[in-house]
């Protein structure tokens, strides 16, 4: 079993001072890479993490009409990985409101801080980036990418 929790750093004033803090980027959010039998078995079997639950799937509804727990491809969390483990301030967490794609191209990083990267153009808060989705959960934006460093995936 391997988990991930995605962490970013944060300026906070604390005691009068302003510090730099590493917190959780999706507060409440581990994601874990296992098996479905070993999951279950973790999360439903065991007394002692009552506290912890799955995220579902909002969007589908198995053969019972229950939601399944969120599943989020392999290829597609490498990619959120190579965002969100980075120690860059300007990766953000963005709602679909604050994104407007330009042409909606699949586009990979191909130089650079994000190289390899994989994601749609948008601007976001006034700059061009690269914006990676986890369908159902959230989307990340990279800071800002030259468009030198884009090539266009078909």
Do not use: W
């Amino acid at each position: 079993m391997e988990i991930y929790i995605p962490m970013h750093h944060v300026q906070k004033m604390i005691q009068g001072k302003k510090k730099r803090v590493l917190e959780p980027l999706l507060p409440n959010i581990i994601f874990v890479y296992t098996t479905p039998k070993s999951i279950v078995s973790f999360v439903k079997e065991n007394p002692q993490n009552t506290f912890i639950n799955f995220y579902f799937n909002h969007f589908k509804q198995d053969e019972y009409g229950k939601n399944p727990p969120l599943t989020i491809g392999y290829n597609e969390m490498m990619n959120f990985i190579n965002i969100t483990s980075m120690d860059n301030e300007h990766i953000r967490v963005i709602e679909p409101e604050q994104c407007r794609y330009k042409s909606g191209d699949l586009v990979r990083v191909t130089d650079g801080d994000f190289k390899g990267v994989t994601g749609r153009v948008a601007r976001v808060a006034g700059q061009q980036r690269v914006v990676v989705e986890l369908k159902g959960l959230c989307l990340v934006a990279t800071a800002y990418v030259p468009s030198a460093f884009l090539m266009k995936i078909k």
